[in-house]
Nanobody, 129 residues
């Protein structure tokens, strides 16, 4: 059974840092591409950052480039999202998702966000002074 559990919730000040973790079970990150998605109140879910299982290529949405870094440890079945220089607009519920992806990671990250299928509970990130 495929399962994903996100962690790293909390209230953080602007300019601060936070690392989110996503632990996978029931499947291997050697074969599944995985990414972080977020949804702020009243807004559509968006792909924040994704990493390909094929070649390790990454995608970042424009608003987080230079501030967020995605990485993974296949042996630990864990993907991380290092979030630096946090901004209030980063406030959202963050979700992790993984799929077998035979195409470029950017397309996956953008389109997966629009998938109305089942999502996990996510983890709440609030950035406020």
């Amino acid at each position: 059974q495929l399962r994903i559990v996100e962690s790293g919730t909390g209230l953080h000040q602007p300019g601060g840092s936070l690392r989110l973790s996503c632990v996978a079970s029931g499947f291997s990150l050697d074969f599944y591409s995985i990414g972080w998605f977020r949804q702020a109140p009243g807004k559509e879910r968006e792909g924040v950052s994704c990493i390909s299982s094929n070649d390790g290529s990454t995608y970042y949405t424009d608003s987080v480039k230079g501030r967020f870094t995605i990485s993974k440890d296949n042996a630990k079945k864990t993907v991380y999202l290092q979030m630096d220089n946090l901004k209030p607009e980063d406030t959202a519920t963050y979700y992790c998702a993984a799929d077998l992806v035979p195409y470029d990671i950017g397309t996956y990250c953008k389109t997966r966000a629009r998938d109305a299928g089942a999502w996990g509970q996510g983890t709440q990130v609030t950035v406020s002074s």
